[in-house]
């Protein structure tokens, strides 16, 4: 188990909320990290198409991960959960800012038994150690309700440039799963992708304030690209719609540009969105932001699943 050293910080290849303008840097690294890429091949559920698939589009999607049984039974322990006055109280707990609703709950897998073992299942760490070429541990694990009607959408960004800014992410070598528990539909909040965004870094403008996070988990601000930069990125690569059943999954690389709409509907899109990191790229010293991230958000221990 290795402690990051929050003073130490390797060169800035994404230098980001620097300067008066934002930069389109094309990425230096590999989105899959296979033996040929300075990883190494690990065999796994990902079919040598979905790799490709996931190195072309910075994302693949596994139309059923979990069997109806096991849907429910994460819907339940969810459930359990938002209504945990306890859970509820905790700073890891971040409610919607209008209704008051649970958005999200972070750290979930050292709350839930059954989600610290659905993050080790094959299923999903496996999936990850292929792509990332290595052995992997747990950035960020999180559950966001999206409730009907009102659920806040989050608005463009790249996780990487809030991981590299502000939890000391040296490279986008991190992949994130999200396991949808109710069925995404257009209408209901779905998760959006700009197919291919992840190759190139957007660079944003504006310094990141002292405890940024608690702001921004609730609506992200500092640290979402201009619309320009936006606007070039949609019209060169378009927007995928991830919808999907319950029990579906996207895997997608920490540089991708998405976002998703808030959810007017009657019917919440929930999810179990897990980060795993490489263990060869542990968190750093911020590269641009006052202090690191609270280890709830951004794990500072690398525990390799
Ligand atoms: O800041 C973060 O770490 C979180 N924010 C968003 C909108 N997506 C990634 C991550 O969960
Ligand atoms: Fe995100």
């Keep these: 188990m290795t402690v990051t050293d929050p003073g130490a910080r390797t060169a800035d290849r ?3 909320r620097v300067a008066d303008r934002p930069v389109l840097i094309d990425r230096a690294e590999p989105t899959v990290w296979g ?3 300075g990883g190494r091949d690990v065999p796994g559920l990902l079919s040598s198409e979905e790799l490709a698939t996931h190195e072309r589009d910075g994302f693949v999607t596994v139309p059923q991960l979990l069997s109806a049984e ?19 109280a905790d700073e890891r707990t971040i409610v919607e800012k209008t209704s008051q609703q649970v958005r999200s709950i ?3 897998h050292t709350l839930s038994d059954a989600i610290a073992a659905l993050v080790a299942d094959e299923r999903v760490a496996g999936r990850a150690r292929q792509i990332l070429g290595s052995d992997v541990y747990v950035h960020q694990s999180r559950i966001n309700y999206k409730p009907g009607f009102g659920g806040a959408g989050f608005y463009w960004h790249s996780d990487f440039e809030t991981w590299h800014a502000e939890d000391g992410m040296p490279s986008p070598r991190a ?7 109710t069925e995404n539909f257009a209408h209901n909040g779905c998760l959006m992708i700009m197919p291919g965004s992840h190759r190139t870094f957007v660079s944003c403008v504006g310094e990141t304030p ?3 996070y608690k702001e921004s988990l609730r609506e992200q601000e500092i640290g979402t690209p201009d619309p320009e930069s936006l606007t070039a990125l949609a019209n060169r690569h378009g927007i995928a719609m991830l919808t999907g059943k319950a029990g579906s999954a996207t895997l997608f690389d920490s540089n991708c540009m998405h976002g998703s709409g808030s959810n007017i509907t009657p019917y919440p899109r929930s999810n179990i969105f897990i980060v795993f990191n490489s263990v060869e790229n542990a968190l750093e010293a911020p590269f641009s932001a006052p202090a690191p991230r609270p280890a709830h958000v951004a794990a500072r221990t690398v525990r390799p699943v």
């Design 14 to 16: 994404y230098p980001t």
């Design 35 to 37: 033996a040929a890429a």
């Design 70 to 88: 096991e849907v429910a039974g994460y819907a339940a322990e969810l459930d359990r959960l938002a209504t945990d006055p306890a859970v509820r």
């Design 106 to 108: 972070f750290e979930v």
């Design 175 to 181: 992949v994130s799963i999200s396991i949808s528990l």
């Design 210 to 212: 002292a405890d940024h």
